[in-house]
């Protein structure tokens, strides 16, 4: 249906009319794979659409409207469906339901249909029990710290966080300090009488104790110090005793009632009073976590942020970016992904300390040993300037390189091969450096080298994306077993060039440490620092991995060739070509060398196709 409408007299009148047979008639012009497309319409905006009238994704049209008791909390409170002092069990429940719905809030669900579904979060002032509304003002603003972390890392997708807080205030006006004395206060006052308390009393101590301990936690992280950093690891520990003990008195609170329609009942919360906000993209149905599935999630949040705090023993740039990448293996939700790069990059210092610059300057020097970083040669400015200009560059890409890490899995990919051509810049840049300083310290001393000092490192750095990005394809099941041949056979090309760049690196080191011997004779003020290497660690890994793949292509060549694997077949839109130019487009930059992949089709008889793809520019000078 259309909408038409104009202006009579300052009324506007609505004038519908109906244009199915338009539309229906239009679509017989478009051939089979076309779409129509527009500058404020296209695919994006297509996916994000939201199919009117349909109620799983129209929250309009779910007609429940009758089964909201109540629209606000004063409303609620008017009409005596929330009490202002409730009774222990239920203080306890609702402790419960708040951690269920800030664990269903972290999985990507909205604030204002999830932890703001409990009235209490409206009406702290008016709330006549102390550990309730301590309670309340710590879970509110738990919510407003956890909000800030995710926000200033920008770790988060949209299907992985919401952002939008509907114009509600997520902070209850009071700081950490304040709230954290107000429930220690209110365990001293019951701990006093600890041989006298009930079952159910010792359980709300332990809720007590547990948002007391979550908001100290969290607080430490948003006003980061690396010092601080055995105390959050003791933090984490005391948080996993309080929810562990928390899980056996579950059944002690108050609690849900589901009724008929699977509406959900609880005293505090009014599940259905925020359900017509819609967020950005198509709403989902919000299921609210069991008690049970938020503690095994939270436990399991507080497991990665126990390794998080693991980030301060490691004192190398590759050491760094090899902890990310583990980490990212472990699945971690979008709470421990920020709060990991949000402590990384504090103040734009590695953990709020020490330089990026200075990080990056140390893993270039021990990976290729670049002349140039010598002391000897700080007072020339042209070098300095050389140097700073590229180490800049370089932190920029090394840091988007971590912070993609960060993201989902689903994303790191996109994300690597959007990096890729940003470090083929890098590569180029440093490519021009080396030989500009070659030149300009050739000429003061004929035995200075500094050929591929630092393009070495930078293509080190473009084939670990390479890979990276090649291995998660498997990871995300994008490939079918048509392409493993292929993706096999460019993993192999790749350990080897990784092999050839470590080499290459390493015949760079010697020449740099020859140079800078003689210099320490000519000058005894000069003092020299030895460097460890683990060159040869990683040209094991490669050859390991190098002939795993290698494996892998020869298996199933043999597939293929002994009719073993299913036959793939060219359909419109989709051929073995296509597909092959879609999985390696990212990796079309610079273009010198070509690399042939031979491709085998048992179709023909085992003929042998080969299609021409390159990775990177790398010269042989």
């Given at each position: 249906?259309?909408?038409?409408?104009?202006?009579?007299?300052?009324?506007?009148?609505?004038?519908?009319?109906?244009?199915?047979?338009?539309?229906?008639?239009?679509?017989?012009?478009?051939?089979?794979?076309?779409?129509?497309?527009?500058?404020?319409?296209?695919?994006?905006?297509?996916?994000?659409?939201?199919?009117?009238?349909?109620?799983?994704?129209?929250?309009?049209?779910?007609?429940?409207?009758?089964?909201?008791?109540?629209?606000?909390?004063?409303?609620?409170?008017?009409?005596?469906?929330?009490?202002?002092?409730?009774?222990?069990?239920?203080?306890?429940?609702?402790?419960?339901?708040?951690?269920?719905?800030?664990?269903?809030?972290?999985?990507?669900?909205?604030?204002?249909?999830?932890?703001?579904?409990?009235?209490?979060?409206?009406?702290?002032?008016?709330?006549?029990?102390?550990?309730?509304?301590?309670?309340?003002?710590?879970?509110?603003?738990?919510?407003?710290?956890?909000?800030?972390?995710?926000?200033?890392?920008?770790?988060?997708?949209?299907?992985?966080?919401?952002?939008?807080?509907?114009?509600?205030?997520?902070?209850?006006?009071?700081?950490?300090?304040?709230?954290?004395?107000?429930?220690?206060?209110?365990?001293?006052?019951?701990?006093?009488?600890?041989?006298?308390?009930?079952?159910?009393?010792?359980?709300?101590?332990?809720?007590?104790?547990?948002?007391?301990?979550?908001?100290?936690?969290?607080?430490?992280?948003?006003?980061?110090?690396?010092?601080?950093?055995?105390?959050?690891?003791?933090?984490?520990?005391?948080?996993?005793?309080?929810?562990?003990?928390?899980?056996?008195?579950?059944?002690?609170?108050?609690?849900?009632?589901?009724?008929?329609?699977?509406?959900?009942?609880?005293?505090?919360?009014?599940?259905?009073?925020?359900?017509?906000?819609?967020?950005?993209?198509?709403?989902?149905?919000?299921?609210?976590?069991?008690?049970?599935?938020?503690?095994?999630?939270?436990?399991?949040?507080?497991?990665?942020?126990e390794l998080m705090t693991r980030i301060s023993a490691i004192t190398?740039?590759?050491?760094?970016?090899?902890?990310?990448?583990?980490?990212?293996?472990?699945?971690?939700?979008?709470?421990?992904?920020?709060?990991?790069?949000?402590?990384?990059?504090?103040?734009?210092?590695?953990?709020?300390?020490?330089?990026?610059?200075?990080?990056?300057?140390?893993?270039?020097?021990?990976?290729?040993?670049?002349?140039?970083?010598?002391?000897?040669?700080?007072?020339?400015?042209?070098?300095?300037?050389?140097?700073?200009?590229?180490?800049?560059?370089?932190?920029?890409?090394?840091?988007?390189?971590?912070?993609?890490?960060?993201?989902?899995?689903?994303?790191?990919?996109?994300?690597?091969?959007?990096?890729?051509?940003?470090?083929?810049?890098?590569?180029?840049?440093?490519?021009?450096?080396?030989?500009?300083?070659?030149?300009?310290?050739?000429?003061?001393?004929?035995?200075?080298?500094?050929?591929?000092?630092?393009?070495?490192?930078?293509?080190?750095?473009?084939i670990e994306v390479m890979i990276k990005y090649l291995l998660l394809?498997?990871?995300?099941?994008?490939?079918?077993?048509?392409?493993?041949?292929?993706?096999?056979?460019?993993?192999?090309?790749?350990?080897?060039?990784?092999?050839?760049?470590?080499?290459?690196?390493?015949?760079?080191?010697?020449?740099?440490?020859?140079?800078?011997?003689?210099?320490?004779?000519?000058?005894?003020?000069?003092?020299?620092?030895?460097?460890?290497?683990?060159?040869?660690?990683?040209?094991?890994?490669?050859?390991?991995?190098?002939?795993?793949?290698?494996?892998?292509?020869?298996?199933?060549?043999?597939?293929?060739?002994?009719?073993?694997?299913?036959?793939?077949?060219?359909?419109?839109?989709?051929?073995?070509?296509?597909?092959?130019?879609?999985?390696?487009?990212?990796?079309?930059?610079?273009?010198?060398?070509?690399?042939?992949?031979?491709?085998?089709?048992?179709?023909?008889?085992?003929?042998?196709?080969?299609?021409?793809?390159?990775?990177?520019?790398?010269?042989?000078?």
């Amino acid at each position: 249906m259309s909408l038409v409408w104009t202006h009579n007299i300052g009324v506007m009148a609505y004038e519908w009319k109906d244009v199915t047979s338009k539309i229906v008639a239009a679509t017989t012009t478009l051939p089979l794979g076309s779409l129509i497309s527009d500058d404020n319409f296209g695919l994006f905006e297509a996916m994000s659409a939201i199919e009117v009238m349909d109620p799983k994704m129209d929250a309009g049209m779910l007609c429940n409207k009758e089964l909201c008791k109540v629209s606000s909390a004063s409303e609620a409170i008017s009409r005596g469906l929330l009490p202002l002092n409730p009774s222990t069990p239920d203080i306890v429940g609702i402790s419960d339901e708040l951690l269920a719905c800030l664990c269903t809030w972290l999985d990507g669900h909205s604030l204002a249909q999830t932890v703001l579904t409990c009235l209490y979060l409206h009406t702290i002032p008016s709330i006549k029990s102390t550990p309730l509304a301590g309670i309340c003002n710590a879970a509110l603003k738990c919510c407003d710290i956890i909000n800030d972390v995710i926000v200033s890392s920008l770790c988060y997708e949209e299907e992985d966080f919401v952002t939008c807080t509907y114009g509600y205030d997520t902070d209850p006006g009071l700081n950490c300090g304040k709230i954290v004395a107000s429930l220690r206060e209110e365990i001293d006052k019951r701990n006093r009488q600890k041989d006298s308390l009930s079952e159910v009393e010792t359980a709300l101590v332990q809720r007590l104790n547990f948002w007391k301990q979550f908001l100290v936690l969290l607080n430490k992280i948003k006003e980061f110090e690396r010092r601080n950093l055995d105390s959050i690891k003791a933090d984490v520990e005391s948080l996993y005793k309080c929810i562990t003990e928390a899980r056996d008195t579950f059944s002690l609170g108050t609690q849900v009632q589901q009724q008929e329609g699977g509406v959900r009942r609880m005293v505090g919360f009014e599940y259905l009073v925020n359900q017509r906000l819609l967020a950005s993209s198509p709403p989902r149905y919000i299921e609210i976590k069991s008690r049970t599935d938020s503690c095994v999630y939270l436990l399991r949040v507080l497991t990665h942020l126990e390794l998080m705090t693991r980030i301060s023993a490691i004192t190398t740039l590759s050491g760094i970016i090899k902890f990310f990448v583990r980490f990212s293996e472990q699945s971690p939700c979008v709470l421990s992904r920020s709060c990991l790069f949000y402590i990384f990059n504090y103040r734009t210092k590695f953990l709020g300390e020490e330089s990026f610059g200075k990080l990056v300057k140390q893993e270039i020097r021990k990976f290729s040993y670049p002349i140039s970083f010598l002391t000897y040669f700080n007072s020339i400015q042209k070098i300095s300037e050389v140097l700073e200009d590229f180490l800049d560059s370089a932190v920029m890409c090394i840091l988007d390189y971590i912070h993609t890490m960060c993201h989902n899995k689903g994303r790191q990919r996109r994300k690597l091969g959007a990096l890729l051509p940003d470090l083929s810049l890098l590569y180029s840049k440093a490519e021009g450096y080396d030989k500009f300083l070659h030149a300009l310290l050739m000429s003061s001393d004929s035995s200075a080298d500094h050929h591929h000092s630092y393009s070495c490192y930078v293509l080190f750095l473009i084939i670990e994306v390479m890979i990276k990005y090649l291995l998660l394809g498997w990871e995300l099941e994008l490939y079918t077993i048509h392409e493993a041949h292929y993706i096999y056979c460019y993993l192999e090309y790749l350990f080897s060039w990784l092999k050839q760049s470590v080499i290459r690196a390493h015949e760079q080191c010697l020449s740099g440490e020859a140079f800078e011997k003689r210099l320490v004779k000519r000058n005894k003020n000069m003092k020299r620092k030895k460097l460890e290497r683990n060159h040869q660690m990683v040209l094991q890994m490669a050859e390991i991995y190098q002939t795993i793949s290698r494996a892998y292509v020869k298996a199933f060549e043999g597939f293929a060739i002994q009719g073993k694997l299913t036959t793939f077949l060219d359909r419109p839109f989709d051929s073995e070509v296509t597909r092959f130019t879609h999985r390696f487009a990212p990796f079309n930059i610079a273009i010198i060398y070509t690399r042939r992949i031979v491709i085998i089709d048992k179709l023909k008889g085992g003929k042998r196709h080969s299609y021409s793809i390159c990775p990177f520019h790398m010269s042989d000078d």
